[in-house]
């Protein structure tokens, strides 16, 4: 049996996009990326949470896509549903890392009704890092190997 659709997880840290604090902006924004990649919505909601947090869900032609900002935490987390089998959800993300502009994303891809054997079924994740946190953490690595070194 095929795979009938496909989901995409990503979560987005240390995300620069303070402008995205606003419900309207938000909504401005993903309705623009996705009209760049011939997306069009049929519907946007979106609401401010009493956490604080936004959500927000379009509704598009075969699937949907749902995000969740933290702007206190600088976090985002972005689901990308389409009911198509050879649908392609990377470039989505792509385009909504370029608004979050994170430092450090982790993406999970999922086939739905897939009917495989459990054994067989398995997500594939993947984590990027942005170059400047990569500089970060190496520079943190090469501080605790001389400080090491200096004790003993």
Do not use: W
Request: contains cysteine; proline residues 5%; charged residues 30%.
């Amino acid at each position: 049996m095929d795979i009938q659709s496909r989901l995409l997880t990503v979560d987005f840290y240390n995300c620069k996009g303070e402008k995205y604090t606003s419900e309207e902006a938000l909504r401005a924004k993903v309705s623009e990326a996705l009209r760049t990649l011939d997306l069009v919505p049929l519907q946007i909601i979106s609401d401010v949470q009493e956490s604080g947090h936004l959500s927000l869900m379009a509704l598009l032609p075969d699937g949907h896509l749902a995000l969740h900002v933290h702007p206190e935490l600088r976090h985002v987390s972005l689901d990308i549903y389409l009911c198509t089998e050879d649908a392609a959800l990377d470039p989505i993300a792509r385009t909504m890392r370029r608004v979050f502009q994170p430092e450090k994303t982790k993406t999970t891809h999922l086939r739905r009704g897939d009917f495989r054997s459990p054994g067989e079924i398995r997500p594939k994740t993947t984590t990027r890092v942005a170059p400047i946190r990569k500089i970060k953490s190496t520079g943190a690595k090469v501080i605790r190997i001389l400080a090491r070194r200096n004790r003993g």
